[in-house]
């Protein structure tokens, strides 16, 4: 895809932009902003699964995944929102949330962290935090600050 990259708008006219689709859901995601398409790729990659991770729900077992567990010790969530990881445990702790009806104390006694951890791991994108507090509204609940 051809776009303009960084240096200017009529400088660095390359090829390097990236749009990848998700063909079961619809879902796409793009990346224009570095000269290389490789780093291009690897940012839409991420831009997509943390979309996947906003967008679809799955039902499951009531008990966090292995990779939540090894990244929640002692109660605290410990991530970067840049990691590749991310958009795995965002989509773990939307579940569920979704489980539990997005009752905040409930699901984060299932995902072993406290409330405040839960509450200020899906802060790292306003998206997740906009979307449970769309599904609380739903419930009749109070939003989330």
Request: aromatic letters at 4%.
């Amino acid at each position: 895809m051809r776009r303009s990259g960084p240096g200017g708008q009529h400088r660095n006219k390359v090829e390097t932009a990236v749009r990848l689709t998700h063909h079961p859901s619809g879902i796409t995601a793009m990346a224009s902003e570095r000269r290389s398409q490789s780093d291009n790729f690897r940012n839409a990659l991420f831009r997509l699964r943390v979309q996947l991770a906003l967008s679809l729900r799955t039902t499951r077992e009531l008990k966090p995944s292995t990779l939540w567990k090894e990244r929640c010790i002692g109660g605290r969530i410990l991530i970067n929102p840049k990691h590749d990881d991310f958009p795995t445990l965002l989509a773990d702790a939307l579940d569920l949330l979704a489980s539990t009806e997005w009752n905040v104390p409930d699901a984060a006694q299932l995902l072993a962290c406290t409330s405040s951890q839960l509450l200020k791991f899906l802060r790292h994108d306003p998206r997740a935090l906009e979307l449970v507090n769309e599904r609380r509204m739903d419930q009749d609940l109070n939003r989330l600050k």
